[in-house]
């Protein structure tokens, strides 16, 4: 049980390019999340999908975009990368049945620097 | 709509003194709290929660008590170690917020031997 897994670790564009940060889960979470988190900002919320063909937007979604095919991958797009995008993402899933106590399970992240 | 307001930190400690962060929040209803923490060069990973007023989660020898008279999720360790050193998240989930976590701003804690 590998959790949740997040490729590349490390990542660096330029400006107007693209690139697709990778995540996976195989706890057969229906939520899943994708986070920034810049220092001294706490978590931002850029997307998050409820299950496989759902997805809302959250605080930041400008700039980026996301699709749920499968329950276990929610890949986040970044189309014409810009230094504002220079951060730490982070992707997380969960179970959600009913009550407001579960548990959010994170993975190890991806640096992104765009010069 | 919901907030989540911590002590702003870096907090700086020695090796077995006393620890509290001051988490409060901002909620209609009947949230549930959590701390998570987020180990250098890591994502973040639940420490502890509570559902209901007058709970108490614990977890690793760190407390907290939901507190909805004075609105608040403080966390506490009696006795720090090196191994803490950590930056730690006061969350809360509400029902009105779709299952969205609201988030402070965390707090970096640095316990020095």
């Known amino acids: 049980n590998a959790g949740v897994t997040q490729t590349p670790k490390f990542r660096i564009l330029k400006i107007g390019q693209s690139m697709t940060l990778q995540c996976t889960q195989d706890?057969?979470?229906?939520?899943m999340y994708w986070y920034r988190q810049d220092p001294g900002m706490g978590l931002k919320l850029i997307y998050y999908?409820?299950?496989?063909?759902?997805?809302d937007k959250g605080e930041v979604p400008n700039g980026y975009n996301v699709s749920r095919s499968t329950t276990e991958d929610f890949p986040l797009r970044l189309e014409l990368a810009a230094p504002s995008q220079t951060s730490v993402y982070f992707c997380?899933?969960?179970?959600?049945?009913?009550?407001?106590?579960?548990?959010?399970?994170f993975g190890p992240g991806t640096r992104l620097t765009v010069l | 709509g919901d907030s989540v307001t911590q002590m702003e930190g870096p907090v700086t400690l020695s090796e077995e003194a006393f620890l509290t962060i001051n988490c409060t929040y901002t909620?209609?209803?009947?949230?549930?709290l959590f701390w998570y923490v987020q180990y250098p060069g890591e994502g973040l990973q639940l420490l502890l929660k509570?559902?209901?007023a007058d709970d108490k989660g614990s977890n690793k020898g760190f407390e907290a008590t939901y507190r909805k008279e004075t609105t608040s999720f403080h966390l506490e360790k009696g006795s720090v170690q090196v191994s803490d050193s950590a930056v730690y998240f006061c969350?809360?989930?509400?029902?009105?917020?779709?299952?969205?976590?609201?988030w402070g701003l965390g707090t970096s804690l640095a316990v020095n031997p």
């Open positions: 509570a559902t209901k």
């Open positions: 969350a809360l989930n509400n029902a009105g917020n779709n299952r969205k976590l609201i």
């Open positions: 909620a209609t209803g009947y949230p549930s």
């Open positions: 706890m057969n979470h229906n939520y």
């Open positions: 999908s409820v299950g496989a063909g759902i997805t």
């Open positions: 997380a899933s969960s179970y959600h049945f009913g009550t407001l106590d579960n548990e959010q399970f």
